[in-house]
T-cell receptor, first 114, second 112 residues
Framework: GAVVSQHPSRVICKSGTSVKIECRSLDFQATTMFWYRQFPKQSLMLMATSNEGSKATYEQGVEKDKFLINHASLTLSTLTVTSAHPEDSSFYIC??????????FGSGTRLTVV | AQSVAQPEDQVNVAEGNPLTVKCTYSVSGNPYLFWYVQYPNRGLQFLLKYITGDNLVKGSYGFEAEFNKSQTSFHLKKPSALVSDSALYFCAVIGGNEKLTFGTGTRLTIIP
């Protein structure tokens, strides 16, 4: 139980375009999901907390207009990287919290902006 | 502010030997502590957690961790290492601010 699916696993896009990453909780409802960014050989940095039916809460230093988060249902949160640039290339990971199981993580998305 | 420290970037252990991956934390209030493992280009997999109760917590794949409140530590251990244990390990904590804070990770390499 408590499976989180993240799609796509890899994406390459041209500079200036936008990319959408999906995070789905497959067997439970998640009112709260989290988006992390991981730089090479570094830890996970919390970008934002996604709340179903309301605006996301962004961490300090994260551009909310750059990283658009939508949590329209209890099983889906999306992260859209708008006007992507090479410095946005990174590994993005979502997670969802289930009261009984704690945090479950998606398999991550490797974004490469060329 | 809460924080997690993993003092070793890299740990090398011979196959069959016991392994320890260190973690110390700083939070206000009682900590909730976690260990996760990450394989290349993959998300994080849950290993174990400490919420309350016994200080020795047993988790997946034969791993265990001991919560030591006086030393604010939560070291990950395994009695006999396998080559397949080679991966990146993250310690994480939830404290008073209820956000999951990760350590910088420790790369564990098991040498055949």
């Amino acid at each position: 139980g408590a499976v989180v699916s993240q799609h796509p696993s890899r994406v390459i896009c041209k500079s200036g375009t936008s990319v959408k990453i999906e995070c789905r909780s497959l067997d439970f409802q998640a009112t709260t999901m989290f988006w992390y960014r991981q730089f090479p050989k570094q830890s996970l940095m919390l970008m934002a907390t996604s709340n179903e039916g309301s605006k996301a809460t962004y961490e300090q230093g994260v551009e909310k207009d750059k990283f658009l988060i939508n949590h329209a249902s209890l099983t889906l949160s999306t992260l859209t990287v708008t006007s992507a640039h090479p410095e946005d290339s990174s590994f993005y990971i979502c997670s969802a919290m289930r009261v009984t199981n704690g945090y479950t993580f998606g398999s991550g998305t490797r974004l490469t902006v060329v | 502010a809460q924080s997690v420290a993993q003092p070793e970037d890299q740990v090398n252990v011979a196959e069959g030997n016991p392994l320890t991956v260190k973690c110390t934390y700083s939070v206000s209030g009682n900590p909730y502590l976690f260990w996760y493992v990450q394989y290349p280009n993959r998300g994080l997999q849950f290993l174990l957690k400490y919420i309350t109760g016994d200080n020795l917590v047993k988790g997946s794949y034969g791993f265990e961790a001991e919560f030591n409140k006086s030393q604010t530590s939560f070291h990950l251990k395994k009695p006999s290492a396998l080559v397949s244990d080679s991966a990146l390990y993250f310690c994480a904590v939830i404290g008073g601010n209820e956000k999951l804070t990760f350590g910088t990770g420790t790369r564990l390499t098991i040498i055949p």
